[in-house]
């Protein structure tokens, strides 16, 4: 075997922490790529509970790549925690009940942002929240206590509330290359075959793989 069951809930028994979240999510609208992982000590298999605001009625996924690394007090806030504001108040009176729901607002009236969409192998550090509809590029790395509210480009460190680009991780022929790679696609062997390039300083060796 090459590596970890990505099937199984927690990959290494010993760190009891870490959990593939592909393997407990239970609603048909977060969509995870395998070996993505959440990181908590008190309660890593309930990722969900870290997504909220989620109506299926709304259509709005939660989209998450291959290898990403989650860390715990992240949250995904997605677009049925908007408010209408076209209307003189932003008040949610329909939720009230007492024949205040004749106010309902339609689809229309709200400011529904999409999918949001997190890359593959794709780092977010502790207490990051990421707002409706957000982008998180492909090797990208957000610093904790982040909000993220506007896309974040493909290999890129940012962080800061709200949430920018600090610096590029490569020069952009690097990164351009990396992107056409996709390792993340690779078969387990052939990752396991190279994991000394993936995983080295050396940024040359990437170039030197051969299938």
Same mark, same amino acid.
């Given at each position: 075997m090459?590596g &970890?069951?990505?099937n199984a809930?927690?990959?290494? &028994?010993?760190i009891?922490?870490?959990?593939?979240i592909?393997?407990?999510?239970t609603?048909?609208?977060i969509? !995870?790529?395998?070996y993505t992982? $959440?990181?908590?000590? *008190?309660?890593?298999e309930?990722f969900?509970d870290?997504v909220?605001?989620h109506?299926?009625?709304? /259509?709005d %996924?939660?989209?998450i =790549?291959?290898?990403?690394?989650?860390a715990k /007090?992240?949250?995904?806030?997605m677009?049925?925690?908007?408010h209408?504001? %076209?209307?003189?108040?932003?008040y949610?009176?329909n939720i +009230? =009940? =007492? =024949?205040w729901?004749?106010?309902?607002p339609s689809?229309?009236d709200? &400011?529904?942002?999409g999918d949001t969409? !997190?890359? @593959?192998d794709? #780092?977010?550090?502790q207490?990051v929240? *990421? +707002?409706?509809? *957000?982008?998180? /590029?492909?090797g990208?790395?957000?610093?904790? @206590?982040s909000?993220?509210?506007s896309?974040?480009?493909?290999?890129c460190?940012?962080g /800061?509330?709200?949430?920018? *680009?600090?610096k590029?991780r490569?020069?952009?022929e690097?990164t351009? $290359?990396?992107l056409?790679?996709? #390792? #993340?696609?690779w078969?387990?062997?052939?990752?396991f075959?190279n994991?000394e390039?993936?995983?080295?300083g050396?940024?040359s060796?990437?170039?030197?793989?051969?299938?």
């Amino acid at each position: 075997m090459f590596g &970890p069951d990505p099937n199984a809930i927690h990959p290494n &028994p010993s760190i009891p922490s870490v959990c593939y979240i592909k393997n407990t999510v239970t609603r048909p609208n977060i969509l !995870v790529g395998d070996y993505t992982y $959440y990181d908590d000590p *008190v309660d890593s298999e309930h990722f969900e509970d870290h997504v909220t605001h989620h109506y299926e009625f709304l /259509g709005d %996924r939660l989209i998450i =790549g291959k290898f990403c690394a989650i860390a715990k /007090g992240v949250e995904f806030i997605m677009n049925g925690a908007n408010h209408r504001m %076209r209307s003189v108040t932003t008040y949610p009176f329909n939720i +009230m =009940g =007492g =024949g205040w729901e004749k106010c309902t607002p339609s689809l229309e009236d709200l &400011p529904l942002k999409g999918d949001t969409v !997190v890359g @593959n192998d794709v #780092w977010i550090g502790q207490n990051v929240t *990421v +707002m409706p509809g *957000v982008h998180i /590029g492909d090797g990208a790395i957000i610093a904790a @206590n982040s909000v993220v509210a506007s896309d974040i480009p493909a290999y890129c460190i940012a962080g /800061g509330d709200p949430c920018r *680009v600090i610096k590029a991780r490569f020069d952009q022929e690097l990164t351009g $290359y990396l992107l056409e790679l996709r #390792w #993340w696609d690779w078969p387990p062997e052939t990752i396991f075959a190279n994991l000394e390039a993936l995983c080295s300083g050396d940024l040359s060796k990437i170039r030197e793989i051969r299938f």
